[in-house]
């Protein structure tokens, strides 16, 4: 089945600094790939996701990056702000949906005013 | 516009309690998902419904059971809890299969 690793764990940066998550996916059928965030005592939110035919999405301070050859994508956080502390999940979709979801093992991020 | 409900948020049982947790969508989304949460750990997928009346089992279904009467709501039973069980458990609903789910707030159970 699908393997997805998740790096690193725990990430602190200052407010204004760039943050950046890293997945790798085994299952070379996965298609879809979103990135969710959790807040505490919530459950997950997209905040933004990719499909294997694009290689970059932007949404204003967030992007995603993805290499279908290496089987790697990334989150990419601009100007940092308190309230982008959070976990962070990474997902590998397969062609079968949600039904073949693989998620991360999620990033603590912490911005430090 | 609520969209996903999860009752309740906490709860402690005793091994060997029953319990249901039902979620609600207001999204008339098909797909609906039941997760669980570990500390460390990825959610894992118990059970999950593509439409009214369906169910099926996703990574980690012992020990739970579902159902899917309406195509707003889907519950997960615990027949008989274990400590194993504790855990935070997530319910989330879609429009597709392979587009944003929606998850609900979660539901805070420990087994006692």
């Known amino acids: 089945g699908e393997n997805v690793e998740q790096h690193p764990s725990t990430l602190s940066v200052q407010e204004g600094d760039s943050a950046v998550i890293k997945c790798t996916y085994s299952d070379s059928a996965s298609n879809y790939f979103p990135w969710y965030k959790q807040e505490l005592g919530k459950g997950p939110q997209l905040i933004i996701d990719i499909r294997s035919n694009v290689g970059e999405k932007k949404d204003q301070r967030i992007a995603v990056t993805l290499n279908k050859t290496a089987k790697h994508f990334s989150l990419h956080i601009t100007e940092t702000q308190p309230e982008d502390s959070a976990v962070y999940f990474c997902a590998a979709v397969g062609s079968g949906g949600y039904q073949k979801v693989t998620f991360g093992t999620g990033t603590k991020l912490q911005v430090i005013p | 516009n609520a969209g996903v409900t999860q009752t309740p948020k906490f709860r402690v049982l005793k091994t060997g309690q029953s319990m249901t947790l039902l979620c609600a969508q207001d999204?008339?989304?098909?797909?609906m998902y039941w997760y669980r949460q570990d500390p460390g750990m990825g959610l894992r997928l118990i059970h999950y419904s593509v439409g009214e009346g369906t169910t099926a089992k996703g990574e980690v279904p012992d020990g739970y059971n579902v159902s899917r009467l309406k195509k707003q709501n889907f519950l997960l039973g615990l027949e008989s809890a274990a400590p194993s069980q504790t855990s935070v458990y997530f319910c989330?609903?879609?429009?597709?299969?392979?587009?944003?789910?929606?998850f609900g707030q979660g539901t805070r159970l420990t087994v006692v």
């Open positions: 989330a609903s879609s429009t597709d299969m392979n587009t944003e789910a929606f």
């Open positions: 999204m008339n989304h098909e797909y």
